[in-house]
């Protein structure tokens, strides 16, 4: 694992060289989010929107349009079609997950309701929608319609086999890949589709989003159980508390005793939990090494991303990207 | 108010013509909704795709492209991304009104959870974006796109003014619009074009469902007060009981004395109703001819609706789409 050496944090150094593109990107998406007619949707996008996300996908977008020689209002387009997406999701996960905090902040669904969650989320889906079209680009609506079609897939699958011990890493990657990598990758490749980028740049920006956003979740994933709350926000056990089968649980289940599979069918599939359980699921990843098997497939994750740079253009950009790659694996002990 | 004089009623006359190229929207609805990996997904979408609704929208697609002189596989794919459209909003309409029922059998968020539904039907309006990307006209996604913003716009607005006694017709206007009008003009403007459809034909072809949609929704909160359950599948007052400031409340409250203002403030703003109130309601909707006035609006928008259909071909589907706007009010009395 290498560790980041600048004295900036890439996704620092990414913002302060996209700050004038991604100004224009922030202005458009209060533009857009705006209504007319319905005060609610603004309040509820703003809560969520303000609440000092770091922007990564709209940057991606950003950041692969001006490394493959075209910026301008498209790639603002798109970087805002993309984030505007990623809201819309995020207001329909914490729906589904019941979540009541995002961002060190109450969710929309505490602070409203959920009906207007659902109907938000709907109405940015539809903006994003209507931003993606202007630019009149097929290809790039395609990309789009695909991803997100990948996401919801994602989702459900992820609703449906999240508490069954029976799921295999196959289907924690198709998960990971609707819950994180199709937008990543749909950022990343929109953007050197919208710059005019040759077929094989635009193959390399997918597969390097693709990479990232595996690498990405799957660290996320691990962090649930080895980080501190203060600097991931989430308390440690909280997916294990909500019986979410990830990649540590999955390389335990799969090594486990009969009575090991007793009790992660227990406290996985009946989510009937005790004093005591989390450090014995603890105790199992340290018996299985999964925790080191897991940050071992994050690291690889990161190293395909690095790779697919090779064949995009020498810029400051790729290397801020090479080190983004690096840096979302970076926290991982 | 003129009546439907055929021996077969308007829907079923069309449904009729258009049974070839309905097939092929009923097989691709069911190979669209598939789902390699969430067994869920077609699982939902088949309960309510199946559960026998009367398929009006795609056969207003499928009707414009013919009417126009173009039918074919793309008026097919568009007359199902208008099915998938409905169908995702059906299931997020019934999450945000808490619904039990929908065309006589439990609802999805009953018989799985709200989750599922929000989830499939996101997963629905992917598959329908997929679809009409397909068709390669940046015209139908525009058209498409902006009647998906209105969409959501109109539920959120419905959501935030339904209960609120200020709500003016003109508000009412644009929740219609959102629920019932909007995918209607898109259904029938769509099919327009991509028959190749002049604009003078295509804007006829907007007003027509524009206004039949009007018709249709205004109808329909009409019947909510006068119609028999058996044919609505609905009981009398379900809109009063939840407190839905219809076009019949707004007309009541718009000439309410102050006591009568202080009734529809308790019976639809704070929902604290009492046996008695449903008759109460009714005989002020008496007092002041409401349920007369909202149906000379409906009749209103039929007449529109059949106006529209002067500047398209002489066609028998002509006949049907007029015979179909005098049928949506001909319930009525």
Redesign the interface.
């Known amino acids: 694992m290498s560790l980041d050496t600048h004295a900036t944090k890439p996704h620092e150094a990414l913002a302060a060289h996209l700050a004038p593109a991604m100004d224009a990107v922030n202005h458009l998406i209060r533009l857009r989010m705006a ?1 007319k ?5 603004p309040e509820v996008t703003a809560h969520l929107v303000e609440a000092g996300g770091k922007r990564l996908r709209p940057m991606l977008t950003l950041a692969a349009a001006e490394l493959c020689g075209g910026s301008g209002e498209n790639a603002v387009k798109l970087a805002a079609t993309v984030e505007f997406i990623h809201t819309a999701t995020l207001l ?1 996960d914490d ?2 997950d019941e979540s009541h905090q995002r961002r060190g902040r109450p969710t929309a669904n505490l602070l409203w309701d ?3 969650s ?3 989320g ?2 940015l ?3 994003s ?2 931003l993606m ?1 202007e630019t ?1 680009s ?1 290809r790039v ?2 990309i ?3 991803a ?2 990948t ?3 994602g ?3 992820q ?3 999240a508490q069954n011990l029976a799921t295999t890493e196959d ?1 924690y990657l ?1 998960v990971v890949r609707g819950k994180t990598a199709a937008l990543f990758s749909a950022a990343t490749e929109v953007g050197g589709v919208i710059a005019g980028a040759p077929e094989a740049q635009v193959k390399a920006l997918f597969d390097y989003g693709d990479a990232l956003g595996i690498a990405f979740q799957i660290a996320d994933d691990l962090l649930d159980y080895q980080g501190d709350s203060s600097s991931t926000g989430k308390n440690v056990g909280d997916d294990f508390r909500e019986g979410k089968l990830t990649l540590p649980v999955i390389k335990a289940v799969a090594q486990a005793t009969k009575e090991e599979r007793q009790f992660w069918a227990r406290v996985i599939e009946k989510r009937n939990q005790n004093e005591g359980d989390l450090e014995q699921a603890l105790e199992l990843f340290e018996k299985y090494g999964t925790l080191s098997a897991t940050r071992d497939e994050a690291l690889i994750w990161s190293d395909k991303a690095k790779a697919s740079m090779a064949s995009l253009p020498d810029h400051p950009i790729r290397d801020m990207l090479t080190g983004l790659a690096d840096y979302v694996v970076a926290r991982l002990r």
Chains 1, 2 share one sequence.
């Open positions: 209504s007619h319905a005060p609610r949707i329909h729906v589904v959920n009906k207007s659902v109907l938000v709907d109405y889906f539809s903006r929608f209507q079209v009149g097929l609506l395609d789009l319609a695909n997100s079609a996401i919801a897939e989702e459900v699958l609703l449906t086999a289907i198709q």
